[in-house]
């Protein structure tokens, strides 16, 4: 017989389906469902395995190959909020675990970062960070500016900065971060199955049940949704609005060149809205521009390879806007060989901070999205809060300012939401 089976608030249930004699769900085995493997799906997998349980992982591509893989990489420590801090400070107590245990070297370059700021409200801004970091326990530097140049000799000074430097801070290759975590939670029971897309999320009665894959029904007392740019596609019809949309993040990497060294440190540029890095012998550089670009999740392709994003698909009005301030700093920069251009998009929340924790909608579901741009420096955090409330022990994290019901109501898919978002994108002036 065919059966058609929807789930959430419009549709038929698990239950009742099943209550109705038919079979409908194969047990997945599992005691918690992942759905996404980009490096949060995979953080929360390896912190769920350690804590014991056995978690699944339904990615419908392969590991972190959307976001994760585009993403520059900074691990930056700095943090206005404290919650947001100790949630990185998590992923590099992670890089020093699964480094151990794998008994591999991930690729970390602790090259530390440099924070350079001439204008009154860059001064502010890196002074109010600095300090806040320096409060949590950070190492922060003053340095004077042949000190800054020691370590970063492409940049120009005309006098008048003022430079911080944060040692510990580094970057890392989203990817090798995310199968170093996936690696990790294969090792220790959990099961991560790469085409295998999750078509809806399963409620019954205010209780998820499971979910439903082109393969068949799989059912979980726990659905976590990770799926990135594309969570609210789930979680809506499931009755969830999780607070983010998807918005570009870009950045260019010039050609070899002789005055980049790959062990200088990562650069942050407020007076530019500006973020630049060490790449091979290239430099890596982004602009946050003042209106950034968000996008329906409905009109994205699962494969965002060839995606053309609307209005500015190359990025040159954003490089345009962003080049004169970066001068400043790099004078040539106009006649530097940009030789590549990454795009993709991170899931803004209009208030900058993260969407994780249970969604009410349904017992058992919960919201690990919502990035605002710095998901592979707070994977390690969001994957241990995430499991540490899953299992019901001690939050060692204050998750209630990342709780996905703080907006009230909204429309996920609205053009009003989505500018929402992206403006935390462009109040951004660190990393
Ligand atoms: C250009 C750029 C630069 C960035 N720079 C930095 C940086 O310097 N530092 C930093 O910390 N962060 C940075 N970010 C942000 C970072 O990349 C993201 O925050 C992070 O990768 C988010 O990880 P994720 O696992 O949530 O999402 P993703 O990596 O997008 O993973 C989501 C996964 O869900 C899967 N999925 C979606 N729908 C389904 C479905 N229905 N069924 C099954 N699977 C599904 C997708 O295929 C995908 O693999 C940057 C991002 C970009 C684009």
Redesign the pocket.
């Known amino acids: 017989m065919n059966v058609s089976i929807t789930g959430g608030r419009h549709g038929h249930s698990v239950r009742s389906l099943a209550s109705a004699g038919f079979v409908v769900t194969r047990p997945s085995g599992a005691d918690a469902i992942i759905?996404?493997?980009?490096?949060?799906?995979?953080?929360i997998a390896h912190h769920l395995a350690e804590a014991g349980m056995k978690p699944l992982v339904?990615?419908?591509?392969?590991?972190?190959?959307?976001?994760?893989?585009?993403?520059?990489?900074?691990?930056?420590r700095a943090r206005l909020q404290p919650c947001l801090a100790v949630l990185v400070r998590q992923t590099y107590e992670d890089l020093r675990t699964l480094e151990a245990e794998g008994g591999e070297d991930l690729g970390v370059r602790r090259t530390g970062s440099l924070y350079v700021g001439t204008s009154e409200p860059a001064l502010r801004a890196n002074r109010e960070l600095m300090a806040q970091a320096a409060a949590q326990g950070e190492k922060v530097l003053r340095l004077s500016p042949p000190e800054a140049l020691e370590r970063a000799g492409w940049l120009h000074l005309e006098g008048g900065e003022e430079l911080y430097f944060m040692p510990e801070d580094a970057?890392i290759d989203?990817y090798a971060l995310?199968s170093a975590y996936a690696r990790s939670a294969r090792r220790k029971g959990a099961r991560i199955l790469e085409d295998?897309?999750?078509?809806e999320i399963l409620v019954d009665r205010q209780r998820v049940g499971g979910v439903r894959?082109a393969k068949g029904l799989l059912a979980s007392p726990v659905v976590v949704d990770?799926?990135?740019?594309?969570?609210n596609?789930?979680a809506w019809p499931a009755g969830a609005a999780i607070p983010m949309a998807p918005v570009?993040?870009?950045?260019w990497i010039t050609a070899p060149d002789r005055r980049f060294r790959p062990d200088m440190p990562f650069l942050i540029l407020p007076d530019a809205r500006a973020?630049a890095r060490p790449e091979g012998e290239g430099l890596l550089f982004?602009f946050r521009e003042a209106q950034s670009v968000h996008a329906d999740p409905r009109e994205l392709p699962?494969d965002l390879r060839g995606h053309e994003v609307a209005g500015d698909p190359g990025g040159w009005a954003s490089m345009e806007e962003g080049a004169p301030a970066f001068q400043r700093f790099l004078p040539g920069f106009a006649e530097l060989a940009v030789a590549h251009y990454?795009?993709?998009?991170?899931?803004y929340v209009p208030d900058g901070m993260l969407a994780v924790g249970p969604l009410a909608a349904a017992a058992g579901l919960f919201s690990?999205?919502g990035?605002?741009?710095?998901?592979?420096?707070?994977?390690g955090g969001v994957g241990r809060a995430l499991a540490q409330m899953i299992t019901g022990s001690r939050l060692d994290f204050d998750l209630k300012p990342f709780d996905p019901a703080r907006f009230g109501a909204f429309d996920p898919f609205s053009a009003e939401w989505g500018r929402r978002c992206a403006g935390a994108r462009s109040h951004k002036t660190s990393?």
């Open positions: 759905i996404g493997a980009g490096v949060v799906g995979c953080a339904l990615e419908r591509r392969g590991i972190a190959q959307a976001a994760t893989s585009r993403a520059a990489g900074l691990l930056t970057f989203g995310a295998h897309a999750v078509l894959t990770a799926a990135g740019a594309w969570a596609l789930l570009r993040s870009h950045y973020y982004g699962a990454i795009s993709g998009y991170s899931t690990a999205a990035c605002s741009g710095g998901g592979v420096a707070t994977a990393g």
